[in-house]
Every structure is written in structure tokens, then in C-alpha cells.
């Protein structure tokens, strides 16, 4: 069935390092691929979204490219803040709004 | 775009009781579900709620325990039944609208706690 790996957590970073949170999917179709974030104590927000191949989507200061050679969107952004400590989850749909998530990745940003 | 709107936010729920949590969309859209979020574990699916006929549920939940109704195309509500401390989670709203995987949008999560 369709499936999203990604990173273990937790992430332990300083303030202005470079974050990357891997994320492989399989899917028997052609999927859109998501990027989810929950702060500490908040609900689910969307944090970027592609719908087809080499489509970058990005917000936030946080990028990450629908690869489908890799089967791959990975999240990437240059310089991470304090505020940025929260759960990132991958997640794909195909040709409908189910959603089917990874396991999350916990990232905690120290001063 | 969509805003979802859920109720309760949170409560604290006796062992044995039932809770229904209401989900209400501003607009209206295609697709409604619920999600479970189990405390530090990713999201699953628990059913689509359609509108006017029975929901359809994922493998592992089932109609007795998690009660679902949609009688239109912006509300929904979602009932926990006969809750035991395993129960506490978070359960999400979700709703589609316009192209099919494009535009997903979730509730703020009703968070609830059983004892």
C-alpha cells in the first residue's frame, strides 16, 4: 500500500544550523506530497505542499522538491530558529484528500 | 479556502462514558474525516464521513466504537464511545475541497484526556 518513511527524530540542533528531515514514499499511483508541522501544544498546520514531479514547494524559510526518481521530499531549510521546534510529518495523497502520514520527526532548536 | 472549527478543544473524560466532538467547516467541501493522533504517535485515519449515509471506516475501527454522522456537506460529528484510558488522543477533522490531494485542511484537534 501507500507509505511514507522519514527520519527518525528527535533532531537536537543549535540556532542558525541547517536542517534536513528525510522523507521516501511508496505509492502504487501518482501522489501529492506534504509537509506538516505541530508546534508544542498546537494543532496540525500545512507547511508546504507538491503536487507532481520537480514542483518545489516552500514557506517559512523551508523548502523541499517532489523527487520522483527518489521517490523522495525531502525538508530542508538553511537557518533554523527557536521557533522552529516543533513535529514535522510527511505525508502523500493520491487522487483523493486521505492523507497517509511517516511517523513524524521531533525537532528542537536550542538558543 | 476552508477554516474547520472543532469542538471541544479539550476535555477530560470519564472511563466508560461517551464524548461526541463536532467538526464545522465555513465552506463547502467534498471530503470529510476524522484522524487519531495517539499521544507522541503519527496520525491515522479512522473513517470518512459521507454526507447522508454511513462513514466508511479504515481497517482497525469499526462503527460501534466511533459513531460518525454527516448530514450535510459542512458538519460532521464524531463520537467516542464506552472511552477507556487507551482512547485519549487527539482526534482531527479534516476536509477536502477543490482538486482531489491538492487542498487538505485540518482542525485544530480535539484533545482528550481519559480517566
Known amino acids: 500500500g501507500d507509505s511514507v518513511t522519514q527520519m527518525e527524530g528527535p533532531v537536537t540542533l543549535s540556532e542558525e544550523a541547517f536542517l534536513t528531515i528525510n522523507c521516501t514514499y511508496t505509492?502504487?499511483?501518482?501522489?501529492?506530497l506534504f509537509w506538516y508541522v505541530q508546534y508544542p501544544g498546537e494543532g496540525l498546520q500545512l507547511l508546504l505542499k507538491?503536487?507532481?514531479?520537480?514542483d518545489k514547494g516552500s514557506n517559512k524559510g523551508f523548502e523541499a522538491t517532489y523527487r520522483k526518481e527518489t521517490t523522495s521530499f525531502h525538508l530542508e531549510k538553511g537557518s533554523v530558529q527557536v521557533s522552529d521546534s516543533a513535529v514535522y510529518f510527511c505525508?502523500?495523497?493520491?487522487?483523493?484528500?486521505?492523507?497517509?502520514f511517516g511517523a513524524g520527526t521531533t525537532v528542537t532548536v536550542r538558543a | 479556502s476552508a477554516v474547520i472549527s472543532q469542538k471541544p478543544s479539550r476535555d477530560i473524560c470519564q472511563r466508560g462514558t461517551s464524548l461526541t466532538i463536532q467538526c464545522q467547516v465555513d465552506s463547502q467541501v467534498t471530503m470529510m474525516f476524522w484522524y487519531r493522533q495517539q499521544p507522541g504517535q503519527s496520525l491515522t485515519l479512522i473513517a470518512t464521513a459521507n454526507q447522508g449515509s454511513e462513514a466508511t471506516y479504515e481497517s482497525g475501527f469499526v462503527i460501534d466504537k466511533f459513531p460518525i454522522s454527516r448530514p450535510n456537506l459542512t458538519f460532521s460529528t464524531l463520537t467516542v464511545s464506552n472511552m477507556s484510558p487507551e482512547d485519549s488522543s487527539i482526534y482531527l477533522c479534516?476536509?477536502?475541497?477543490?482538486?482531489?490531494?491538492?487542498?487538505?485542511?485540518f482542525g485544530e484537534g480535539s484533545w482528550l484526556t481519559v480517566v
Open positions: 505509492a502504487t499511483g501518482y501522489p501529492s
Open positions: 507538491a503536487t507532481k514531479a520537480d
Open positions: 505525508a502523500l495523497s493520491i487522487n483523493d484528500y486521505k492523507l497517509s
Open positions: 479534516s476536509a477536502g475541497q477543490g482538486e482531489p490531494g491538492n487542498t487538505i485542511y
